[in-house]
Each structure stands twice: as C-alpha cells, then as structure tokens.
C-alpha cells in the first residue's frame, strides 16, 4: 500500500493578545498617524492608500505605553512559536526589530511581499471593521513549482496555493519570515488598523 507523508509544514500562529488595552492602543496609533508628517509623505509617494510608519518610527515601544505593553506581549507569543517550532536559538534570542503602525484606508492594499532578515513576522489587528480585508498567505513553494498544474478549488486548506485568513481585533497572527503574504483590497467603508512586527535573531 503506497504511503504519504507531509513533509516541511508552514505553520501559521494565531492568538487572542491577552494583556493589551485595544481601546487604548487604536487611540495611539490614531494620534500618531495624525501627526507623523514623515510616514504621511513617504505613504503618498509610495502609493500607500492610508498611513503606515514602517519608514518613518522605529521607537514605537519607547514612545507609547501602549505600544510597551504590546511588545511585552508580543515577546511572549515569538517565545511560544519558536519554541513550537523547534527552533533552535542556542544562547541568543529572538528580538523585536521593527515594529510599525498600518491606518489601511478603504480601497487599500499591500501588495505580496516577505520580510527578509527577519526570523518571524505578523500582525496584531487593532481595529478591523466589517468587510476588511482578510491576510492572503501564499504557499512558499509556489515559486518553485513551475510546470505544475494548480490545485483544485475545493483542496483541502493545507494543500492550497492561496490560503486567506480573516483576522478579529484584539488578535494576533505569526508566520515564519520567509512566507510571502499580502492584504487585498479593503472592503470595509473605514479604515482596518494593524500594528505589524518583525523578529529578528
């Protein structure tokens, strides 16, 4: 009887932050995409429909307690990936290296991308309101497969191309750095809030 066997699986982490004050944290990043005139430039010239600070802030942490709250958060659940990922760290760490604020405007989107230099990567949705776009996570072999026939729409979920996952606020989603991802368009008649991170080694 032939046998088959799963080999190299991408796991994807999803949690309900506990310990973060939303209310407080979508106050903040509100206020900070207001007066942020460097991250409200560089959005229109790169096209951004909204605001992001990934090129202007890089102290978030240290600026706003609620996003010091967050981070102490957000450490504990890369410890608990890395760990269910049988990473092995040897003496050093993982270590949050960027962290940035995302205002996506209806009609925004991110277009497909990875974060290389970076260990694991995610999101922590602050506000997203009925209609907002789901995370659309690509297979990381997708690339590779060249003369492959694509899969069937009714694949199992694991064995898709494309998978998309429509997160909640107040909750955070994981994934291994190297895993190309994107926001589709937003559908929602307000803006979707996230704070995404990067973890470096």
């Not at 790169?46 to 967050?70: I, M």
Request: proline content about 6%; charged content about 25%.
């Amino acid at each position: 009887m032939p046998e088959i066997e799963s080999l190299f699986v991408t796991k994807l982490y999803r949690a309900r932050a506990d310990g973060v004050d939303n209310a407080a944290l979508l106050k903040s990043c509100h206020a900070i995409a207001a007066e942020d005139e460097a991250g409200k430039s560089w959005s229109k010239q790169k096209g951004y429909k909204g605001y992001t600070s990934y090129a202007s802030l890089n102290d978030l942490p240290k600026r706003d307690p609620a996003f010091a709250e967050l981070k102490s958060v957000l450490d504990k659940h890369a410890g608990a990936f890395a760990k269910a990922l049988h990473l092995d760290l040897g003496r050093r760490k993982l270590k949050l290296d960027s962290l940035w604020i995302n205002v996506l405007a209806p009609g925004g989107v991110h277009s497909g991308h990875v974060h290389p230099h970076s260990a694991l990567s995610g999101t922590y949705y602050v506000d997203v309101p009925a209609g907002a776009s789901a995370l659309k996570l690509e297979d990381p072999r997708h690339p590779l497969m060249m003369a492959a026939p694509p899969r069937l729409e009714d694949a199992p979920r694991e064995e898709r191309t494309f998978v998309y996952v429509a997160p909640n606020a107040g909750e955070l989603l994981m994934w291994e750095s190297f895993v190309r991802h994107e926001v589709p368009a937003n559908g929602a008649k307000k803006a979707r809030v996230s704070v995404s991170f990067n973890y470096g080694w």
